[in-house]
């Protein structure tokens, strides 16, 4: 659903033993579409972009939070991006996200909020993309989850008591 994220590197994923909190942190790379304004400007913009992302993923509170940050152009735009996804409160079939979005431009305080202001536009119209994204993949997980509980059951239905009693016989002989 991101067409513009090229590539999603893994740079270091581990669960903290005592809160089992899933953190990964990536290296996105992606194709930018930079606003107009900073050509206009001078600025030589590349096509490609590079972010960081940090997640946190706690099943105890059933909350995701991913904040992610610019690498590229950091001389003229900084920018901060977090998303938190959790159960909603009200409803046990939703999920509840919140998006917050900075962006610092470097430069005279017109010149910044022009550069801000379209920043903030090409993130919103991308967050969109992600959220269409993100619940499909939330889709694909439960539809696996599914087949593979049904399967689990098949198996199960599948022994009788007599298979039990075989493999239970085999291990103490």
């Known amino acids: ?49 590079f972010f960081s992302e940090i997640s946190y993923l706690d099943p105890k509170t059933q909350t995701y939070i991913a904040t992610t940050y610019n690498m590229s152009l950091t001389n003229i735009l900084a920018i901060k991006e977090t998303l938190s996804y959790q159960a909603c409160k009200t409803n046990a079939n939703q999920t509840q996200l919140t998006q917050n979005c900075q962006a610092i431009a470097l430069g005279g305080a017109s010149v910044g909020q022009i550069v801000e202001s379209a920043a903030l536009k ?21 539809q ?30």
């Open 1 to 49: 659903m991101s067409e513009h994220v090229l590539s999603c590197d893994v740079l270091e994923r581990s669960v903290d033993p005592q809160t089992g909190i899933l953190k990964t942190e990536r290296l996105l790379k992606c194709k930018q579409v930079a606003p107009s304004i900073l050509k206009w400007l001078g600025f030589q913009v590349d096509e490609e972009a």
């Open 144 to 173: 696996e989850a599914k087949e593979l509980e049904k399967g689990i059951d098949g198996f199960f239905d599948k022994i009788d008591e007599s298979d039990v009693k075989n493999v239970m016989r085999e291990n103490i002989e």
């Open 122 to 142: 090409v993130f919103g119209a991308n967050a969109v993309k992600g959220r269409e994204g993100l619940e499909l993949v939330v889709q694909k997980i439960l």
